[in-house]
């Protein structure tokens, strides 16, 4: 059975599909949960204008290595994201060490931060940390404000990551590229409703960092107050998907191969770096040798137990 979510376009044509005698019950599944999606992602576009595409205004682009940003606030074990035993025990502050390690030892160079509210204890390492007033029961929320506040107070190009992903090259290269903000974008056969994965994200210039993040906070005010997600999502759901619903409208639900590389997004140029390397999931199959290309592993879910492998 081919995949068949990227190809569908409309509410129409999935129902169609899940008629046809010859699609198996297991696929029958996944197009039925796709369908959901697809169903919130037209109610979505319906109300959200896509940005502005226009000219990129252009920016100063500074020469010194990115600073990186991880986000890390302790929204406890009995969080519903956390619901699982197995994930009770996963050592959050460890793979944040980890991660920090592995950042530093690929960009030497490089200023870490840890952006965290006033309470959330974090471990020692070479990483500075820096007390937001965000809110801890909307973590996604806290990563895009304390993004766009750090992006005020600093001279270097960004790099946001998720507590869970190793940086295994030196991102100075990727930075002095030719665009202002690099987001990761899936596979196109999974997740049409949000394309574009948060664990990764890049700025070349602080002043791309805080429009980018800053349009993206008023994304997310807006998704997370319409009835459409709040009839698909629990309150705790979209306290988690919304910063992922609100990159997703920022790109209008539109990645490659559907559109080009770069992209000017609301003054902006927008290079979508496939997940594949730039933002690569883990498998157990994988070795070091086998993941020496990558720009950056995710360790997501459970795959935080499989970081001493490749440390
Ligand atoms: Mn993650």
Same mark, same amino acid.
């Given at each position: ?9 409309? !509410? ?7 008629? @046809? ?7 029958? %599944? ?7 999606? %697809? ?27 990115? /600073? =990186? !940003? ?6 406890? /074990? ?14 959050? #502050?460890? *793979? ?8 530093? %030892? ?5 200023? =870490? ?5 006033? /309470? ?21 929320? &806290? @990563? ?6 750090? #992006? ?18 030196? *991102? ?9 903000? &690099?987001?990761?974008? @899936? ?11 948060? &664990? ?7 002043? *791309?960092?805080e429009g980018f993040f800053g349009r993206c906070l008023a994304l997310y005010a807006h998704i997370s107050n319409l009835p459409a997600a709040l009839q698909h999502y629990s309150q705790d759901q979209l306290n988690w998907y919304s910063d992922q ?19 000017? =997004?609301?003054?902006? *140029? !927008?290079?979508?770096l496939p997940n594949e390397t730039y933002n690569y999931t883990v498998a157990d199959t994988d070795t070091p040798a086998s993941v020496a290309g990558k720009w950056a592993l995710h360790f997501k879910g459970l795959r935080k137990q499989l970081m001493?492998?490749?440390?």
């Open positions: 059975m081919p995949k068949l979510h990227r190809i569908i376009a409309t !509410v129409a044509e999935y129902e169609a599909v899940l008629k @046809r005698p010859d699609v198996t019950a297991d696929y029958k %599944k996944q197009l039925a949960q796709a369908l959901v999606d %697809k169903r919130l992602e037209v109610a979505l576009r319906q109300v959200m204008k896509p940005l502005p595409s226009g000219h990129r205004q252009p920016v100063a682009r500074p020469e010194a290595a990115p /600073t =990186i !940003v991880f986000f890390h606030v302790d929204v406890g /074990t009995s969080h519903p994201f956390l619901r699982t035993r197995a994930e009770e025990k996963i050592d959050y #502050a460890g *793979a944040l060490r980890a991660s920090i390690a592995a950042a530093a %030892k690929s960009n030497p160079e490089s200023k =870490i931060v840890v952006l965290t509210d006033a /309470t959330t204890a974090i471990p020692e390492t070479v990483a500075t940390i820096e007390r937001l007033d965000v809110d801890r029961t909307r973590p996604t929320h &806290g @990563r895009l404000k304390g993004a766009c506040e750090l #992006a005020k107070r600093v001279e270097t190009p960004l790099v946001f990551l998720d507590t869970d992903v190793w940086l295994n090259q030196d *991102a100075r290269a990727l930075v002095r590229e030719d665009f202002d903000i &690099g987001l990761t974008h @899936r596979a196109p056969s999974h997740f049409t409703l949000m394309p574009i994965n948060a &664990g990764v994200m890049v700025a070349t210039s602080p002043k *791309a960092a619903l609100a990159l997703a409208a920022f790109v209008d639900w539109t990645v490659p191969p559907e559109c080009k590389q770069t992209r000017v =997004i609301d003054g902006l *140029a !927008v290079r979508f001493p492998k490749f440390a």
